[in-house]
């Protein structure tokens, strides 16, 4: 098992080189000059030279690349240009925060997509199931930032019941945290929870229909047992591979729910950072976004091992 | 014949379900909408009325108006241009250009597919959302860059999906009998093997186009899609953010109008799936 985690990790390697090198490319093809950005209005001809030659702009592409990459890869990230912090610290402040909310989300969702996915799969078209149904159906089609506005507003402006766009670390006390962390992460979730309500409906229709449940019926077990032992558990196994590719969404929602909460994610650094045009924090924020993505996916794959030994023969 | 009979079959299954019935007819009403904007907005998107900001609906103003005096209604009739216009031409661009792809990565294999489908993964290991905003931090933001933010990212899940048909159907014996026949590549393409790939793109086509209005809406909402004043469902709702304790309707209808616009479009699109093929779930 060991051997196999490995191979898969190593095999991440060649994405990553990958990923960099798009990113390394996007900020290339940003039209302007970077000199000209960083110098303002110091900019004289010579001075502009001496940059280009510090940041090693004269070396070959090729180059400029392998010394870029040398500095992602050992942490050497940059300045930001509009507050001079060093990038990777500003990213390892707001990396929990990020990490915390997705969490929350992803748990969010599937606390209550395995319950309504069975009661809508015990009695498909009955009343209940044309019930969730619907509402996933409309949870599905609402977008972050809608849903998001009108919580912020009935929960939080209206009824003052909770904190609007503020935000208390977890060391400020766990029950602070949460109250904080309940809107945007019930904002981010919605919309999976109700996907994954759905997929689970659809896996358990087909997994009822096999003859291994008429065997545990036949052997008198109750209802329950059957229907939350032995149903339950192959149905989730497709849906962990979903999840995975859930999670790509989840990122890009983060990225909403951040900015509308002001929460101080790596999302909402990624778009202060592009709006203000503060380029090295935006590479870190895409490189950020995007390995974790990787990893993410990498997770689900040996979950999805263990739940599914088939899978290692193969 | 056997073409008409399919879309047929199609047609006839969809029809049935009350759900896509009820998918197509907002699809087509909000199409409708958004392309006699013109006609059917009382007044023009960026028409401010003297004296009548902040008005809540009314007879006259069903929607309210902004902060600059502006119709809501109006605004939202015309923000349905930008958002079908964007969700529709991204993805039925995505998917001229990531069909040949795909047809040409799965019929020749070999080099031409490794190095298709590299950068085809490559570009599947961003989330969806990151790489569009990627693309619009090159290109400077307006909604004609966003959709073509869109049609690059989802040119590769179309290649993906059409290379995996092609290589299903491509050792079929009537693949190798034409080519036997002496049939120009291009002619199996069109003829023999492009109308295998038309029913599973439909749907995908369906289903992203609720995405890319949605990408649309929100990389609007972020500041880097379409820029006020043009009206844009997403732009509007985060302007109207500020205010929206005080002046709820501002956000209310432009959100109800994605809300309602994706829901037709995820509709028709789960129905669609289901009458094409019923095992394409999930």
């Known amino acids: ?314 | 014949m056997e073409k008409r009979s399919m879309f047929g079959i199609v047609f006839r299954r969809l029809v049935r379900r009350k759900t896509a019935v009820f998918g197509l007819l907002v699809f087509f009403l909000m199409v409708l909408v958004a392309f006699l904007a013109d006609l059917i907005a009382p007044y023009g998107p960026n028409e401010m009325l003297e004296g009548m900001q902040y008005r809540p609906p009314s007879f006259a103003h069903p929607m309210g108006t902004d902060m600059l005096g502006r119709d809501v209604l109006s605004r939202v009739i015309h923000g349905a241009r930008v958002s079908l216009g964007v969700g529709i031409v991204s993805m039925v661009a995505a998917s001229l250009v990531g069909i040949p792809l795909g047809i040409i990565s799965g019929y020749y294999r070999r080099w031409v597919d490794q190095i298709l489908m590299r950068v085809v993964d490559l570009m599947l290991a961003f989330p969806v959302f990151l790489l569009a905003i990627m693309i619009m931090v090159v290109l400077s933001p307006s909604a004609s860059n966003v959709a073509v933010a869109l049609t690059i990212v989802y040119i590769p899940r179309y290649a993906r999906l059409v290379r995996g048909v092609v290589l299903s159907i491509r050792e079929n014996e009537y693949i190798e009998a034409v080519r036997a026949l002496g049939i120009r590549p291009w002619r199996i393409f069109l003829f023999h093997i492009l109308p295998n790939c038309i029913a599973p793109v439909m749907v995908l086509v369906t289903i992203s186009v609720g995405v890319a209005i949605i990408a649309e809406a929100s990389l609007s909402f972020l500041g880097m899609g379409t820029q006020p004043p043009t009206p844009s469902w997403g732009s509007d709702l985060r302007e109207a953010l500020t205010t929206m304790e005080l002046n709820p309707w501002l956000g209310i209808f432009p959100g109800l109008a994605i809300l309602l616009t994706v829901l037709g479009v995820n509709l028709l699109g789960d129905g669609l799936r289901d009458a094409i093929d019923p095992r394409l779930k999930q």
């Open chain 1, 1 to 314: 098992m060991l051997r196999f985690i490995l191979r898969r990790l190593l095999a991440l390697i060649p994405t990553f080189v990958g990923i960099t090198l798009v990113v390394f490319i996007m900020i290339r093809a940003i039209p302007g000059d970077p000199i000209l950005t960083i110098l303002a209005e110091d900019y004289s001809e010579e001075l502009a030279q001496e940059y280009r030659q510090k940041m090693g702009l004269d070396r070959p592409v090729v180059v400029q690349y392998l010394i870029w990459l040398k500095g992602m890869v050992t942490g050497d990230w940059g300045n930001s240009l509009i507050s001079q912090e060093p990038v990777i610290r500003e990213v390892a402040k707001r990396l929990p925060v990020t990490l915390e909310l997705l969490v929350l989300a992803l748990a969010f969702a599937v606390v209550f997509s395995v319950p309504f996915g069975v009661i809508s799969a015990v009695k498909p078209n009955s009343m209940p199931d044309h019930t969730l149904m619907t509402v996933s159906m409309l949870g599905i089609s609402l977008p972050e930032f809608f849903l998001g506005a009108l919580l912020l507003i009935v929960f939080a402006l209206k009824l003052q019941w909770l904190p609007a766009t503020s935000f208390v670390p977890l060391s400020g006390g766990l029950f602070e945290n949460l109250r904080h962390m309940l809107l945007p992460a019930v904002t981010l979730g919605s919309a999976r929870m109700a996907m994954f309500t759905r997929l689970i409906r659809n896996s358990m229709l087909e997994v009822v229909r096999q003859d291994y449940i008429d065997t545990a019926r036949a052997k008198g077990l109750s209802e329950w047992l059957v229907i939350n032992k032995h149903a339950l558990k192959n149905a989730l196994v497709p849906t962990v591979t979903v999840i995975g590719l859930q999670i790509g969404y989840l990122i890009g929602g983060a990225i909403i729910v951040e900015s509308l909460f002001a929460l101080p994610g790596i999302g909402s650094l990624g778009i202060d950072s592009i709006l203000q045009r503060d380029y090295p924090v935006v590479q870190a924020f895409v490189i950020v976004s995007a390995t974790g993505f990787l990893l993410a996916n990498f997770a689900v794959d040996i979950v999805y091992t263990f739940l599914d030994p088939r899978i290692r023969v193969r």
